[in-house]
Structure formats: C-alpha cells, structure tokens
DNA sequence: AGAATGTTTGCACGGTCTGAAATTATTGGT
DNA sequence: ACCAATAATTTCAGACCGTGCAAACATTCT
C-alpha cells in the first residue's frame, strides 16, 4: 500500500478521533467542525472531504453487513440447515465483521456511549440499521425463494434487527467477546419472540 | 378559544402546508425556509418559532402514541385477553388516532408521499417510531407485569413496529379506511413471525 | 526530472438555526 | 373605549454547516 493511501488513512483516523473524543468531552453541540480539524491538522474543508456530515465523522462507516461469503452460504440454505441458527449466524458475523475482533469491539463500546450522551445521533444510527435491514431481508428472500419484495421476508428482517439491537445490549463486554454467550442470548431472543407471537402460547 | 389561539393554530396550519406543497413541487433541496415562511406569510425567524426544523414541518407532529383510555385496557390485559389481538386493536388504535379518520388517512398518505420522493427525512422518521417503540414496549411490560426494563418487552415491541411498518404499506388507501382489513393482514402478519421463529415450523 | 494524477487548502457563498431587542397585536380590567 | 399587561412577530446580527471552484501542493509513474 502506497504511502497516499497511508496518509489518506492516517488523517481519516485522526479526523474520527478528533471527532469523538472532543465531543465525549464537551458534548456534540460545543464541538465545531473546525476545532476537529485543527486537532487532526488539517483545514476544515479536509474534513468535508472524508466526511460528508459531522455525524458520518462519529458513527463510522456502517457496520452491520455481513460478509460476501457468509450472506452466499446463508441464501444456499447453510451452514445448518436451521433457519434460526443460520440466521443468528449470519448476524453475528454482521456484527462481529471480518477485521480485528477487539477492535470492533471497542467501536461497539464507543458507538454506544455516544449514541447514550448524544441522543441527536440516534435518527442517523436508525437509518443506518434500516439500510442494514433491506439487505437482510433481501438475502433471507432469497434463501426461501420467495420474490424480494415478500412482505414476510421484511418482516423477520426487521425483527431479526431488533433482536440484536436489544440482545447486543446485554452481552458482556470488556475483555474478550464472548460469541457463545452471544448466541445464546439470541437464541434466548427468537425463542421469546416465537412464544409471544406463536399458536400455542401467550404472554 | 380566544383569536390568538385560532391564529396560531392558522398559521402553523399555513407552514406546514406551505412546506409540504413546495416540497412536493420542488423538492426538499430546492425549498428554503424563507420561501415556506413567504408563502405562509409569516416571517423566517416566525417560522423557527413553531418549528425546530424544516423536518418537523413536513412530518407533523408525532401520531404513533395510543389514546390515554385503549392503553389503559391493554395494559390491564383487555380488551379480549388474547395478547397478539389486543396487541393489534392498539397498534390500529395508535395509527388512526382518536381525530376525524378522514384527516388521519390523508396524513398518513401525504407522509408516505414525502418520505418516497425525499429519502433525507426518513432518519427523523425512523427516530419518531423509536420513541413509539419504547412507549409501546412500556405498555407491553406493564401488561405482563414485568420489570420496565425487561427485554422481552422492547423485543416484542420492536417486532410489533416492524409489523405495522409494513403492514401498513398494503392496506388500501384511498376511500374509506378498510380497518378489518388492516386487522386481518396484522394478524397474518404476526403469524407470519410466530412460525419463522417458532418451535414447530421453519420456512 | 518532469508529466500526470490525486489531495489539500483558501475563499466565497447560500442555507439553517439562535439570541436579543424592538415592534406589533391580543387580552383583560376599569 | 382606553390602558396596561402579556404574548407573538419581526428585524438584525451572527455562529455554524456544507458545497463549488480554482490554486497550491504532494505523490506516483515513466
């Protein structure tokens, strides 16, 4: 990799940290894009050159797609065959992405507690999370055949989004992810969701 | 009520339509807030004194909260017993509001209108049904006599929005609202969800 | 070294939104 | 009907966001 791209990377890096941390410091609305750019070095029209808004500088690029190869093996019906376990799997790949594991964990960690301190993030995140939710719903329609535009497809997309926007709450975070909690806490989470809504049981 | 209270209420009336018809002609890009106030014949600085933004306009105030009395019943486990179909005469209740039926439908025409041609407001919306989402999953922990926090609540919450999100894109417009026959898709919605889940079945 | 290509910067501009003070309209009492 | 209290509107100045453009600068390739 060429010494451009390094740079290029460089400053993005330093752009985004700027970002965070001054507004983790003085809250978003104290923060001027400006101020982020003189702590990067760079000049503020820079930071419009790798960010389009603010808040693109604080949430990252979006998470929440998973990987080529693993989307192909759950549309061809795998790795199970169980419809919920591979789901939980292709999830947790989304989550969890291919990069470095810690390092995704710790911008889990920071996303969170911005998205705690700062609530004008959330409209963004949200949008984000419903990009991420077309895609599944596509690759879960094709895995059952059904046209992509099915209205039950959309549906288990949209609660399977939900599961781990609730379940990831809850996983112990810290030193090392634990993915076997993890998917028992999603398990745990369809399982709930197939009571409430089922036949046989109710609430 | 007294004349200043009618012209308020006139002159929000004229923002918000102002805004919605330009939007519509021009695009949300290609109309300022000077020329929504222009056209409501207000001052800019007026128009800011009614709303935070030129999203609020367009997206109106939040409906998606249930009337005082329906949430009474639902969270004391009425008004049939059965969970999913109470839970569905609340989202129905929720959507078509207490006001004149009529009106409702034609906001909630004129919203789906918007948020097709101008994607950019679709954040704020996404952050409007978040809010109902939790008020939702309050009444649903409430019901069942679980702790305000618990997860199974904001699970099934979470579902319960994606279902009328979607559900409410294949009822029928237009004339008069066919309410059983939004009844019955959320029915076969919900179902839909109980066997994706479920023990019994897989698709 | 020098041309080609990509990146950063400065500048000017249109737009959003906010605060404060001056102005104008409504209300209620007399 | 008048006048004082109250509330809404307007004007003005200003901070900040985000974009287009062209000049300056750095890097890559030959």
Redesign the interface.
């Known amino acids: 990799m060429g010494l451009r791209e390094r740079k290029k990377q460089a400053t993005r890096r330093a752009l985004q940290g700027a970002a965070v941390r001054l507004t983790l410091e003085r809250g978003l609305e104290n923060v001027t894009v400006e101020e982020i750019a003189a702590a990067a070095e760079v000049s503020a029209r820079t930071f419009f050159n790798y960010f389009a808004t603010k808040e693109e500088a604080l949430l990252g690029d979006g998470p929440f797609t998973p990987g080529e190869h693993e989307r192909e093996v759950f549309v061809e019906g795998g790795p199970t065959g ?3 376990e591979d789901l939980i799997d292709l999830l947790i790949d989304s989550l969890l992405g291919s990069g470095d594991l810690a390092t995704h964990q710790a911008e889990a960690a920071r996303r969170k507690e911005l998205l705690d301190r700062e609530p004008q993030l ?3 995140f ?2 984000r999370l ?1 990009r991420a939710e077309q895609e599944l719903a596509a690759a879960i329609a094709e895995r ?1 055949g059904t046209p992509a535009d099915d ?2 497809s ?3 997309a ?2 399977a989004m ?2 781990i ?3 990831m709450k ?1 996983v112990p975070y810290g030193d090392d992810p634990d993915i076997e909690a993890a998917r028992t806490l999603l398990r745990h ?11 046989d049981e ?2």
Request: proline share 6%; no cysteine; hydrophobic share 40%.
């Open positions: 169980d419809f919920v959330l409209p963004g949200l949008a419903h059952s209205i039950r959309s549906l288990i949209a609660s939900s599961v926007r609730h379940t809850r989470a369809f399982r709930s969701l197939g009571e409430a809504f089922g036949r109710r609430p």
